[in-house]
């Protein structure tokens, strides 16, 4: 049974930094792609970065490029999300997500995360 569990969001002020991490278990994904999704309240779902298990090559949304950085450790089965320079409109509930044929495209995605909350204050 595949699972992934989303951990160390919180409240941060502006500017602030955060990691977040997701564990996988169940399999692992050295064929895949694994991204981080966020969700504000009202809104929809939308793409903020990803990571090709295998060679670690990553896209991001153009949003995030330059303060956000994707990265994974094979060996632990980890992908994390180091967020730094974050704005109040980051605030979101973040999802990790993994087996996808189209990075950016939520619904191709197989398997979620229950989300981790990430609050930037003013």
């Known amino acids: 049974q595949v699972q992934l569990a989303e951990s160390g969001g919180g409240l941060v002020q502006a500017g602030g930094s955060l990691r977040l991490s997701c564990a996988a278990s169940?399999?692992?994904?050295?064929?895949?792609?694994m991204g981080w999704f966020r969700q504000a309240p009202e809104k929809e779902r939308e793409f903020v970065a990803a990571?090709?298990?295998?060679?670690?090559?990553?896209s991001y949304e153009d949003s995030v490029k330059g303060r956000f950085t994707i990265s994974r450790d094979n060996a632990k089965n980890m992908l994390y999300l180091q967020m730094n320079s974050l704005k109040p409109e980051d605030t979101a509930a973040y999802f990790c997500?993994?087996?996808?044929?189209?990075?950016?495209?939520?619904?191709?995605?197989?398997?979620w995360g229950h989300g981790t909350q990430v609050t930037v204050s003013s």
């Open positions: 169940g399999r692992t994904f050295s064929n895949s792609i």
């Open positions: 997500a993994a087996e996808t044929s189209y990075y950016a495209d939520a619904a191709s995605y197989a398997y």
């Open positions: 990571i090709k298990w295998i060679d670690g090559t990553t």
